[in-house]
């Protein structure tokens, strides 16, 4: 496994979550990271994203709630999220590389999903 989410579980509207995601040292040490989320009946969207030199990138929605940032010291990136709302509801998937052309940065190496539920 290359990437490993964990942090997500259920919270109350106006709370707060970390997501975790660990990653092979390789993928890490080379790779932008990103994290995605899918809501039930919507498309995967991407959230936040890290280069590897540290540059962070946020959709319009994460904006000023939600911080991504990266340990070096155990290749893992993680997603801070503040202000919860019952819409920040989806699974989050991390994400790591950088394919040219795409709308929003993506890779191709993908985790598997951790659940956030949020209740009003």
């Known amino acids: 496994v290359q990437l490993q989410a964990s942090g997500g579980g259920l919270v109350q509207s106006g709370g707060s979550l970390r997501l975790s995601c660990a990653a092979s040292?390789?993928?890490?040490?080379?790779?932008?990271m990103h994290w995605y989320r899918q809501a039930p009946g919507k498309q995967r969207e991407f959230v936040a994203s890290i280069s590897s030199g540290g540059s962070t990138f946020y959709a319009e929605s994460a904006e000023g709630r939600f911080s991504i940032y990266r340990d070096n010291a155990k290749n893992t990136v993680c997603l801070q999220m503040n202000s919860l709302k019952p819409e920040d509801t989806a699974v989050y998937y991390c994400n790591a590389g950088l394919i040219d052309g795409s709308a929003f940065p993506v890779g191709p190496f993908w985790g598997q999903g951790t659940q956030v539920t949020v209740s009003s």
């Open positions: 040292k390789t993928i890490f040490d080379t790779n932008a």
